[in-house]
C-alpha cells in the first residue's frame, strides 16, 4: 500500500472510530441509558456493519415506528470537495464493490429483518448531498450525507 492510500486508509479508520465512540459514550451520559451496546465492524452482517447501535427498550422513534436496532455504513472520503447523488447509490464503481450500495442495502435489509424487525438502515459519510439530486435525503443525527431505509 502507497503512503498516500496507507494515510487516507488511517483517515476512514479514524472516521469510524469517532462515530462508534459518539454512539458509544451515550450508553454514559443518558440517564436511563438510551443504548445497550455499540459493536464496530460486526461479525456476521454484511453491507452494514460498520457501527451497529442497541437501542435501549422500547427503541427510538422513527416516523412512527420504533427502532431497536441500528446499522451504519459509513464512507469516508479523503476529499471533501465531492457529494453523493442518488446514481452513486446504483453505481458499484462508487464503492469499489460488485454490487451497487443500494443493492447491498437491501439484501441487508431482507436478511436481518427475518431476525429483528424494528431496525435502521444508515449509510453516513463525510460528503454532502448533490444539492439537485431528486433524492436529497435528510440528515441523520446531523452527519452530512447521512440516508437512512
Not at 443504548?35 to 460486526?42: G, L, Q, T, Y
Not at 465531492?82 to 464503481?93: A, E, N
Not at 442495502?105 to 444508515?122: N, V
Request: aromatic residues 10%; proline residues 5%; glycine residues 6%.
Amino acid at each position: 500500500m502507497s503512503i498516500p492510500a496507507l494515510a487516507a486508509a488511517q483517515e476512514g479508520a479514524r472516521y469510524q472510530y469517532r462515530f462508534f465512540w459518539r454512539q458509544a459514550l451515550t450508553m454514559l451520559f443518558t440517564v436511563p441509558p438510551r443504548v445497550e451496546r455499540v459493536v464496530m465492524e460486526h461479525c456476521g452482517v454484511d453491507a452494514v456493519d460498520d457501527v451497529v447501535v442497541y437501542h435501549a427498550a422500547p427503541g427510538v422513534k422513527d416516523v412512527g415506528r420504533l427502532v431497536r436496532v441500528e446499522y451504519f455504513q459509513l464512507k469516508f472520503h479523503v476529499s471533501h470537495a465531492g457529494s453523493v447523488s442518488s446514481t452513486d447509490l446504483i453505481d458499484p464503481k462508487w464503492t469499489s464493490t460488485k454490487q451497487s450500495l443500494l443493492r447491498r442495502f437491501a439484501e441487508s435489509w431482507q436478511q436481518l429483518r427475518k431476525d429483528e424487525p424494528e431496525i435502521r438502515l444508515t449509510l453516513v459519510t463525510n460528503w454532502v448531498w448533490l444539492a439537485d439530486d431528486p433524492l436529497k435525503c435528510r440528515g441523520a443525527m446531523g452527519i452530512a450525507g447521512g440516508w437512512s431505509a
